[in-house]
């Protein structure tokens, strides 16, 4: 609504009425059709799931595991079990910690694929030069992963944290669930191929920790 000339003081001049509400209708336009974006991705992601649920005979059944350390034992044998592929989400720094011996001993042993994905405050505060290369995870729905941890074993067995604090997990066999969680990694809105470096800043604070 305003214009600033930059002076000592600066000065504020009002724009022309109509300019500024043209201004504001083309910023709530673009955060709709971002939102509308968003909403299509999700649309796409959720429809294997509704029409799978229209089959019940065809849903496999799920399993709730309980306890952090019940839920890192599961993965981890799940991942030793594991012998073409391996795709794992990770949000919180334990859940790495917990894996990360395992995940190289696939990738190193085995030649499993490793398929990872980790948020960024992961990513640069944890060691990860062992596991290849890392995605990030990039869309606006990484604020729901910050409890949550994903892994999917050969494409036919996926465990889902649905909350790490409160120490609860599914396990599931079920292969349009397993199938919608891949596709997140390949959605590059969702995971982005080539993360940044790690900064400098994060280094120190790793070494200094």
Not at 11 to 33: G, H, M, V
Not at 105 to 130: P, Q, Y
Request: aromatic share 4%.
């Amino acid at each position: 609504m305003l214009i600033v000339q930059r002076s000592n003081p600066n000065i504020y001049l009002p724009t022309p009425p109509k300019d500024a509400i043209s201004n504001l209708k083309q910023q709530l336009t673009e955060r709709l059709n971002e939102k509308i974006k968003e909403a299509d991705v999700l649309a796409d992601m959720l429809t294997p799931v509704y029409e799978s649920a229209s089959k019940p005979e065809e849903i496999e059944v799920a399993y709730i595991i309980r306890g952090q350390k019940n839920i890192i034992n599961r993965m981890k044998t799940l991942i030793a079990s594991a012998r073409k592929e391996i795709t794992i989400f990770i949000s919180h720094p334990a859940i790495l910690n917990g894996l990360k011996e395992s995940l190289t001993e696939a990738r190193e042993k085995r030649r499993t694929k490793l398929n990872i994905a980790m948020t960024r405050e992961v990513f640069e505060k944890e060691d990860t030069s062992n596991l290849g290369k890392i995605r990030l995870l990039c869309c606006t729905m990484d604020q729901s992963l910050n409890s949550l941890g994903m892994l999917i074993t050969d494409m036919s067995t996926l465990v889902t944290i649905s909350d790490w604090f409160d120490e609860v997990a599914m396990l599931t066999q079920d292969r349009n669930l397993i199938q919608v969680s891949r596709d997140f990694y390949d959605n590059p809105a969702c995971c982005q191929n080539q993360p940044e470096e790690k900064s400098p800043h994060a280094v120190l604070r790793k070494q200094a920790s």
